[in-house]
């Protein structure tokens, strides 16, 4: 069944249409293909750290009254454009699964084929497109909160450290004393954000990867589409959502690993000026959070960040290169076979 699945569009497009089609449109339905089931299989394999991020940013409650920065307001105003441009596309592929019982051909005892043809394809693509804006918002709005997270409780903990190095000597050991609980509940508190930022670079990175596979391969078969001067399947504003998407998740990527870093530096510095001794617990504290690393990354196997875009360029340049050596290859072939036409016509 999978093989039949895997040899149906070169078998269904190959006629007359040429190889350059058949490998682009192939590529991207197995891209898609592998996508979808990553996709899905992500959302529940990972179901448990889903809800666990949900319950845990819930319950915090610095963040109604966060004051989001311009980039991140930024970073809203571009996942509703892209999310505005994929729930277009959406809609047009869903309407042309309704209308797809036109153009299937069968007899009229078999009808009810075409309603259970028309039923699953719309069925299949509400629930591939509904994952899709899921995955989208994830990573966006999920990666958004749970980095404010992390700035809120870092700060409380830049707080602590200002006022115990301000402190007059004589008074330190009484305040030192009564500040242990607030340590206790930042060491609580702390623990569950970087549990929660964990659980968001595996998820998060899995959707990452999946959404980035799907919009390189949808622009390069765009542009190799342009290339050789045929009409693209989906719109031109389908594209700008990817191109969107992009930029989305590689700044946001880069934006994270980047606070992190500013805030374990500024909370250093912090310590440093006051020259705190790193016997005492806000001591031990200070080292248990300033060792810890994290970055946002793809299954470990690329850092999600500005990088990814010069990446991206870099396949699509590959595969532009190899589409279209295979368009020069096909010139000369088709030339030879019309003029063959053209001469057993004329005998």
Same mark, same amino acid.
């Given at each position: &069944? ?22 682009? /449109? ?59 441009? &994929?729930?277009?596309?959406? /809609? ?7 209308? %797809? ?8 005892? =078999?009808? @009810? ?30 990666? %958004? ?37 607030? =340590?206790? %509940? ?36 765009? /542009?190799?589409?342009? !290339? ?10 389908? @594209? ?15 934006? !994270? ?5 500013? &805030? ?26 300033? *060792? ?9 196997? /690329?850092?999600?960040? @500005? ?8 396949? !699509?340049?590959? @595969? ?15 030339? *030879? ?11």
């Amino acid at each position: &069944m999978l093989l039949i699945i895997l040899l149906m569009p070169p078998a269904v497009l190959v006629d007359g249409k040429g190889y350059l089609y058949v490998i682009t /449109f192939y590529l991207l339905f197995l891209s898609f293909l592998f996508g979808d089931f990553l996709l899905r299989w992500s959302t529940i394999y990972y179901s448990k750290e889903i809800l666990n991020i949900w319950q845990s940013l819930l319950k915090v409650e610095g963040l109604r009254n966060f004051k989001y920065s311009g980039r991140m307001k930024l970073y809203f105003v571009l996942t509703a454009l892209v999310f505005g441009q &994929m729930a277009e596309n959406i /809609f047009t592929v869903i309407q042309s699964d309704y209308n %797809i019982d036109e153009s299937l051909i069968v007899p009229e005892r =078999l009808k @009810y084929l075409r309603w259970l043809h028309k039923s699953f394809c719309i069925a299949s693509d509400t629930l591939t497109s509904i994952f899709l804006i899921y995955a989208i918002l994830f990573v966006s709005l999920i990666g %958004i909160a749970s980095i404010s997270w992390y700035e809120v409780c870092l700060k409380k903990l830049v707080k602590i450290v200002e006022r115990t190095g301000t402190l007059k000597q004589d008074f330190k050991a009484t305040i030192i004393l009564a500040g242990t609980l607030e =340590l206790k %509940i930042f060491a609580e508190e702390f623990t569950r954000v970087k549990q929660c930022l964990e659980d968001y670079c595996k998820i998060a990175g899995n959707y990452a990867l999946i959404l980035v596979l799907n919009c390189t391969i949808s622009l390069t078969i765009f /542009f190799s589409d342009k !290339m050789a001067g045929r009409q693209s399947n989906p719109s031109s504003s389908y @594209y700008l959502g990817c191109i969107g998407l992009i930029l989305l998740i590689a700044s946001l990527g880069n934006f !994270m690993t980047n606070t992190v870093q500013e &805030m374990q530096e500024k909370l250093s510095n912090t310590a440093a000026v006051l020259l705190l001794s790193l016997d005492t617990n806000l001591g031990h504290i200070l080292q248990w959070v300033l *060792r810890w690393r994290w970055k946002m990354s793809a299954f470990d196997l /690329f850092d999600i960040n @500005y990088g990814v875009i010069l990446q991206i360029i870099g396949v !699509m340049l590959t @595969y532009l290169v190899f589409f279209f050596q295979l368009k020069i290859l096909e010139d000369p072939l088709s030339t *030879r076979l019309e003029s063959k036409n053209v001469s057993c016509a004329c005998v």
